[in-house]
């Protein structure tokens, strides 16, 4: 039950959001798919004055390319990222990332830009956009600024978003020649990540690793990037560097969560387990 | 102050008044529009009781305020049914045991309800994955899944 | 036509398929007041003061209750711990609001007001001053001399110490070829109805009655303790269970919201509601199992158990009216189980600590005797090298011993143990999964079959409770020739209802369609004990099946005298009554009905007036006063099951899937096979979620860290496979029915079995599987520290 009475609005232009944003601070939170959100606020976690229910502001929806970038507006639901041919086309992890989220009645409401803020630990697009690079347009009252997924995640739940700021866009860099993909560990359906990695690997001609990106997930308090590209460009693809992936990322997870659901030390195992898999998949 | 108009359809039917923003849609259906077939169980987004369709898709009522719903299509279980006489897919889970105390069987009949009007070919295994998001303590499941299974294999899209 | 036997669907299906079923929660009358409770922020605390002003600012509240408004109603305890005097059991009142707080989520202030959303602001606006006390909440460390106290008046916190010893278990030591020493460890946990607790009081103040909806499984025992508790006659109170969203033995009565709810409308004197949240469900609805077991086994090379000492240690949390303090006694006086162990000592040691009470949860301690048994039937198999069906063929009670006194508070009737365990194999196919299993090891996958065989008491029976096997019907044959059946056992779902009707079909002589049941109403029903421990056929079918009888031999005379031919020729069919060899000379329910109603003076002058019948069955094998060695019989009835499954582990990371379950379960005579198959498919799937995912999870400080269904999962549609069930019949000898009961078959024997599994599967890895639950991390972890050693 949601003991706190508030206010309520839904702006129908950023413009009028980011005003209500400004005029009332940090009392102020927004609603996009509350799959998060309205939860919490049931169970007394969070108790704002002022709901921002942004599902009606024009300009934030829809999945849309260009010759360089795929472009997702920050209330896309998790289904349409799930079920969306350009996704696939283009970045197929992240199409894979979104249909994980949750179970399919949270993918209806979830958004990605409600998922990126929130940044819960285990949520499965972190790592995924940090590995893809990224970019977050983000705008206030007064201006738009752009951040890198690969800077954007500061701690549990604290992003570099500022006060009056909203995400608009996610910006993905499209690359040629990369394979990628998202795997997850989850003790029950439906539940968060454990530990999950999102890898991109691009091989050359030869079949040597040109670059290789790895990005873990819900082990550490923030996401983890790890670019391993300079230990292991040039090197031809065969179990023993699968199995030097996973001690690889292993060795750099310093900090793993411990909680009920698993100690640090197994999420740090699994962290290097699910990037092998991950890198093992991207191989075919 | 705090409170909002909220102007919403449920299962064809228009529904209109003041309530404080608090309220959950859930909430809203059981209380204002009285339809009490939409069952809450956790308020936490988790078990799926509360599962109605909104706009067409699958929504679990106690993630929404009410206040969201305005301008909205809502169905819920009494949207499916016609008095006490069984549907299809109600009759395939009386015949197959598939609901013991009831809790659970309105958001699971919705949600089982929307699959079947996608079409899609689905094995076992993919029924279960696509119920997971609607708790059941006392069946289970076997009777559900089967009961599913018997209604795709009807229309010829049991994997 | 025969109905008994026949998987009919259930009656009362329709309103609940179509949302039509009505459970507390969805009434409100008029004028109600919303409740909402101020819970202990501390495990353990004195309350000091409670201040309400800003609450009370809050628009539309109307009153706000502290203990203070309640100290003149401990509430009345339907099991007392009298009976446990000789083991040391001490006696704790319990207050509808406390003024010292024995776990977090304790009730210490109440609120009412006209809207939910009133009563929950207002609620996180009373200011609590709390006296922090030191919490107990280890229960060995409860047991040291210098621990805090829960119980101010108590010496200690040892609640109960029970005995339960047989043979000379030192001389059979002594011969011993072999004894293992070890520990079983299963967690707390508890049920979790999909429908949280619902009362809904409502008061009528002109006639100073009061109607009380509960979501509850004993209607007529919670008016007792309502009427106890308020000072109020009896029969000015009506209790009614609506539809229930699932009980499983945790909505016996009596909760503290419960009664404070009915105190609070009967001084508002209007009508008084209260949901209960999730969190509160979780933190306040009764936990259940953790227990300790510390056990030595002494067995020869034969694999054939000689002797047994078990030290168990269970941790009950502070203590309430509810009866789940009775679990571990459970647990106890059904050891060894299936087995013929005429050697034993075991020790039952209860301790309170500063957690949720615990209430009855499915299964009631039962599961917890199974756990130990099946792990040392293992442990044994294991040992000597032998398969470990082999081991449970040489130790199970033959077939000859029955009826088998095992303790000096059980007597098993009847079993076929052997041919059980033998059917759920072949049903299984048990050697070509051995095969598949070695195959898959080859293969470098982690393949492993489980085992377990259940005991699985039923039919309850303790002294000065209500909770006993005896139960009532009402049978009502109107004019018109319709049957209304109105019965003291309730069912929160699962069909029992329908099952009544079936045997009242079959013995009555009359069509399905012409019975309605009625259940859950205490100014209609006759004064039954509701549904728990199997009951609801074991007790409410056997007083139907007699009351049937009575009521068909009643009207077979009256046929008589219609057909002109003596009772004895009469023969019943689906309503109608003929001469046997001449069905055309015959009459039907109404034309005999009418004739006693409209003609008893001359066609129906022989029999007595009126067409209805009250009926009582109590089981005949209780034995309360003890007999001349001091033993007694406390279960009535013994169904038992064998449960056989497969799972596959990824040693990478401790996940595993289930690919094969099968149970063979014999319940005596099945009434409806479409019940008793998913009564095992429902207790199966609780059974493998408290086996990986549930666990009850407190903190150092008492605070229960396990509030939602994300940090307590049960099990999805996922993670429950496809279950394969068979069945025996061996016949109760005690029900007219025969009927042994099967509400808590299935989930008694699953934890042991999939652990059985998983052992199975990581076997030759080193890991050895002790306890529950086995989260991923966990058999991770095992298979970890197996390779360290």
């Known amino acids: ?284 | 102050m705090g409170e909002s108009l909220v102007v919403t359809r449920i299962n064809g039917r228009e529904y209109t008044a003041k309530v404080d923003n608090r309220m959950l849609l859930c909430d809203f259906i059981r209380d204002v529009a009285g339809l009490t077939g939409t069952h809450v169980g956790c308020m936490t987004g988790n078990c799926g009781a509360c599962t109605v369709l909104m706009d067409g898709l699958t929504v679990k009522s106690c993630t929404l305020l009410a206040v969201q719903a305005n301008g909205s299509e809502i169905t819920t279980v009494e949207g499916l049914s016609n008095g006490l006489a069984l549907n299809p897919i109600q009759e395939t889970f009386h015949r197959n045991y598939a609901a013991q105390c009831g809790y659970c069987t309105p958001g699971m009949l919705i949600t089982v309800h929307y699959l079947l009007s996608k079409k899609t070919p689905m094995s076992a295994d993919e029924i279960r994955e696509k119920l997971s998001g609607n708790l059941c303590r006392c069946t289970g499941y076997v009777n559900i899944v089967k009961s599913v299974s018997e209604l795709l294999k009807r229309e010829g899209l049991l994997k | 036509m025969t109905y008994v036997g026949r998987a009919v669907a259930k009656i009362s299906d329709p309103p609940i398929l179509t949302g039509n079923g009505k459970y507390a929660a969805d009434i409100t009358p008029p004028s109600t007041l919303h409740a909402c409770f101020v819970r202990s922020k501390y495990a353990h605390a004195r309350i000091k003061s409670i201040s309400v002003e800003k609450a009370l600012r809050v628009r539309g509240v109307r009153r706000i209750l502290t203990a203070e408004d309640f100290k003149d109603y401990p509430v009345f305890q339907p099991i007392s711990p009298k009976p446990y005097k000789p083991y040391g059991a001490k006696e704790a009142i319990v207050y509808p609001l406390a003024s010292k707080a024995r776990f977090v989520g304790e009730p210490i202030a109440m609120v009412l007001a006209e809207s939910k959303y009133a009563a929950a602001e207002a609620a996180s606006l009373v200011e609590v001053d709390y006296e922090v006390l030191p919490a107990v909440v280890d229960p060995e460390e409860a047991l040291k001399p210098d621990s805090p106290k829960v119980y101010d008046h108590w010496d200690s916190n040892l609640f109960i110490k029970l005995p339960s010893e047989w043979g000379d278990v030192d001389e059979a030591f002594s011969r011993a070829d072999h004894i293992i020493r070890d520990s079983v460890k299963i967690q707390r946990f508890t049920g979790q109805a999909l429908e949280p607790r619902a009362y809904v009081a409502d008061y009528d103040p002109l006639y100073g009655r009061l109607t009380f909806y509960a979501s509850t499984q004993q209607p007529h025992p919670l008016r007792t303790i309502l009427a106890e508790t308020l000072g109020m006659p009896e029969s000015q109170i009506k209790v009614v269970q609506p539809y229930v969203g699932g009980g499983f033995g945790l909505k016996i009565p009596a909760f503290q919201e419960e009664v404070a709810v009915a105190i609070a409308a009967s001084k508002m004197k209007t009508s008084v509601k209260w949901v209960a949240e999730r969190t509160e469900e979780f933190m306040t609805g009764g936990h259940a199992r953790d227990q300790r077991h510390y056990f030595e086994v002494a067995f020869d090379n034969a694999g054939r158990v000689l002797g047994m000492k078990v030290r168990i240690i269970a941790d009950v949390g502070a203590l309430f009216p509810t009866p789940g303090w009775g679990m571990p006694i459970v647990t106890t006086i059904h050891l060894p189980t299936v087995y013929k162990i005429t050697n034993y000592r075991i020790e039952l040691l209860e301790v309170v600590t500063n957690k949720n009470p615990l209430n009855a949860y499915r299964g009631y301690g039962k599961e917890c005797a199974c756990f130990l048994m099946e792990r040392i039937m293992d442990l044994i198999a294991r040992k000597l090298g032998i398969d470990r069906a082999e081991v449970r063929f040489k130790n199970f009670i033959p077939a000859e011993d029955f009826p088998a006194r095992i303790s000096r508070y059980t007597v098993l009737d009847s079993g076929s143990y052997a041919t059980v365990l033998r059917k759920a194999m072949d049903l299984f196919r048990y050697d070509e999964w051995m095969k598949y299993k070695a195959e898959a090891a080859k293969g470098g996958r982690h393949v492993g079959i489980g085992l377990a065989y259940e005991l699985t008491p039923e039919g309850a029976c303790i002294p000065g409770s209500f909770f006993l096997q005896y139960d009532a019907v009402n049978i009502k044959v109107s004019p018109t020739g319709k049957v209304q059946v109105y019965t003291g056992i309730t069912s929160p779902g699962n069909g029992q209802e329908t099952a009544i009707a079936q045997i009242v079909a079959e013995n009555l002589g009359v069509k399905l369609d012409d019975i309605s049941v009625y259940q859950g109403d205490t100014d209609l029903c006759p004064y039954g004990l509701g549904n728990f421990s199997g009951r609801s056929v074991i007790s409410g079918g056997s007083a139907a099946m007699l009351a049937s009888i009575e009521l068909r031999e009643k009207m077979k005379k009256v046929a008589a005298a219609m057909l002109e031919a003596s009772p004895e020729d009469i023969e019943v069919s689906d309503g109608y009554f003929y001469v046997r060899g001449s069905p055309d000379h015959g009459v039907t329910v109404k034309d005999i009905a009418f004739a006693v109603y409209k003609n008893p003076f001359d066609i129906a002058k022989d029999v007595d007036a009126g067409l209805e019948v009250v009926k009582y069955f109590k089981m005949p094998n209780a034995q309360h006063i003890p007999d001349e060695n001091g033993y007694t019989r406390n279960y009535t009835s013994f169904p038992n099951a064998a449960h056989l499954c497969a799972v596959e582990v990824d040693v990478e990371t401790g996940r595993l899937k289930i690919l094969r379950y099968v149970i063979v379960d014999d319940c005596g005579r099945v009434i409806n096979p479409m019940i008793v198959e998913g009564q095992l498919h429902g207790g199966i799937a609780q059974g493998i979620g408290g086996a990986l995912m549930e666990h009850l999870v407190y903190s150092n400080e008492g605070q229960l860290l396990t509030t939602t269904f994300m940090d307590y999962p049960i099990p999805t549609s996922k993670d429950i496979p496809d279950i394969i069930v068979g069945h025996h019949e061996t016949p109760s000898p005690f029900t007219p029915t025969g009927s042994k009961g099967v509400g808590e078959s299935g989930i008694v024997g699953a934890p042991a079995c999939i652990v059985s599994a998983v052992e199975d599967a990581l076997q030759h890895l080193g890991v050895k599987i002790m306890e529950t639950p086995l989260r991923p991390s966990k058999i991770w972890k095992l298979i970890r520290e197996a390779g360290l050693r």
């Open chain 1, 1 to 284: 039950m949601i003991s706190r009475p508030f206010e309520y609005f839904t702006p129908k232009t950023l413009g009028e959001a980011l005003a209500i944003m400004k005029r009332f601070g940090d009392e102020a939170k927004l609603l996009a798919g509350g799959q998060s959100l309205v939860p919490m606020m049931n169970l007394g976690l969070v108790a704002p004055r002022y709901i921002i229910d942004i599902n009606k502001v024009r300009g934030l929806s829809g999945i849309r390319e260009t010759s360089r970038a795929l472009i997702i507006g920050a209330i896309v639901r998790h289904h349409e990222i799930a079920s969306s041919e350009t996704v696939r086309r283009i970045i197929p992890m992240l199409s894979e990332a979104a249909s994980h989220i949750g179970d399919m009645h949270v993918r209806h409401r979830g958004t990605i830009g409600g998922s990126v803020c929130h940044a819960d630990p285990a949520a499965d697009y972190l790592p995924v956009l940090q590995v893809a690079d990224a970019v977050f347009e983000v705008r206030d009252t007064r201006r738009k600024r752009l951040v890198k997924a690969r800077e954007f995640f500061k701690d549990a739940f604290t992003t570099a978003l500022k006060d009056g700021e909203v995400l608009t866009t996610v910006q993905i860099p499209k690359r040629n020649g990369w394979s990628s993909a998202y795997e997850k560990l989850e003790f029950v359906a439906g539940g968060f990540a454990v530990a999950s990695a999102a890898v991109m690997v691009k091989l050359n001609e030869r079949s040597e690793i040109e670059n290789l990106m790895v990005g873990i997930g819900g082990v550490e308090r923030r996401p983890v990037f790890l670019d391993l590209t300079p230990g292991f460009a040039g090197r031809s693809v065969g179990r023993d560097v699968a199995e030097e992936v996973e001690a690889s990322v292993t060795s750099r997870v310093r900090d793993p969560i411990s909680d009920i659901q698993a100690d640090g030390e197994y999420r740090k195992a699994m962290a290097g387990v699910l990037a092998r898999r991950a890198f093992q998949r991207c191989l075919g």
